[in-house]
């Protein structure tokens, strides 16, 4: 319990500051950041409040920051940009506002970034994409806008950006990840076609792009891909035309393992043409209506 003493800058040689689901509250004193040497923050899961530190900049050994789960407000700090030795953050499930800064000095390892549940706005700068091992990436239940980059790290794994009010084409970079896992962008506004090249990462198993804006037809997946899929979901969308087969027979090869294939296949209101149509029990185990009916499942 307690706080963090305005003093803690005399432990001039420390290295790791661990204080993470306990009770300390109060807010994060400036003069931490006269800590040279720290490599990693992480008070997770506590009470502080406050605004980070302006000066947070001046920690250019921090390879970790962990703030999640507190009740921290404000803007993340334009110094923050500016951690060349940046590993792991963590900042979410806080109040924190304003937008993602730019990187002054891009933090090459830089694996983690998760910063879902605040309430930040504007768009993902560019430099995010271009970090060449990110892993991780998250920023759900914000209030981003903007198109989405053209990811290009070759290890990315996890993509969670729904719930936010994103817009323009899906990028098709962000499958040339081999490593790619778990994307989800449902619920924003999102246009243009589903790529093609959807299917090509092998080890997907969650595909989330409902209540979006796309178009189009879904694309039929080649023999032999997708072979991990647990998820795909493409409901109240503005597409067109069938479940491809492919889809279909996956989920006739994996009947447990895929079990979530969920895309329109009712009419819209006022039309009596059938978006997606697939049959019922075999293809899609739940079909959803039209974007405007917002109907409950068919069966």
């Not at 997907?204 to 804006?213: A, Q, R, V, Y």
């Amino acid at each position: 319990s307690g706080t963090i003493p305005d003093d803690i800058s005399s432990l001039a040689r420390l290295t790791r500051l661990w204080i993470a689901e306990n009770n300390v509250g109060g807010t994060i004193p400036n003069s931490l950041t006269e800590l040279a040497d720290l490599t990693s923050f992480i008070a997770y899961n506590s009470s502080l409040g406050g605004n980070i530190p302006t000066d947070i900049g001046n920690l250019q050994m921090l390879e970790r920051l962990d703030l999640s789960e507190n009740n921290l407000v404000g803007e993340i700090p334009v110094s923050f940009g500016n951690l060349p030795m940046l590993k792991k953050v963590y900042l979410g499930d806080n109040s924190l506002s304003g937008s993602i800064p730019e990187f002054t000095t891009q933090p090459v390892s830089l694996l983690e970034f998760l910063a879902s549940d605040n309430n930040f706005v504007g768009p993902i700068p560019s430099g995010y994409a271009d970090l060449p091992v990110l892993q991780n990436f998250t920023l759900a239940n914000n209030t981003i806008t903007g198109e989405i980059p053209a990811f290009n790290s070759p290890d990315l794994t996890f993509i969670d950006l729904k719930n936010n009010r994103l817009t323009g084409p899906i990028p098709e970079s962000i499958f040339n990840s081999g490593n790619l896992r778990v994307l989800y962008l449902s619920n924003n506004l999102l246009s243009g076609p589903i790529p093609a090249s959807y299917s090509k990462p092998p080890e997907l198993t969650d595909l989330w792009l409902n209540d979006n804006d796309l178009t189009g037809t879904i694309p039929n997946p080649l023999p032999g891909q997708l072979q991990n899929i647990e998820e795909i979901l493409l409901f109240f969308n503005r597409l067109n035309g069938d479940v491809p087969d492919g889809l279909c027979q996956l989920r006739l090869d994996f009947p447990v393992q895929f079990f979530a294939l969920q895309a329109d296949c009712a009419p819209r209101l006022g039309s009596d043409v059938i978006n997606n149509e697939c049959p019922l029990n075999v293809c899609c185990t739940d079909c959803e209506s039209g974007k405007e009916t917002q109907d409950e499942p068919l069966f």
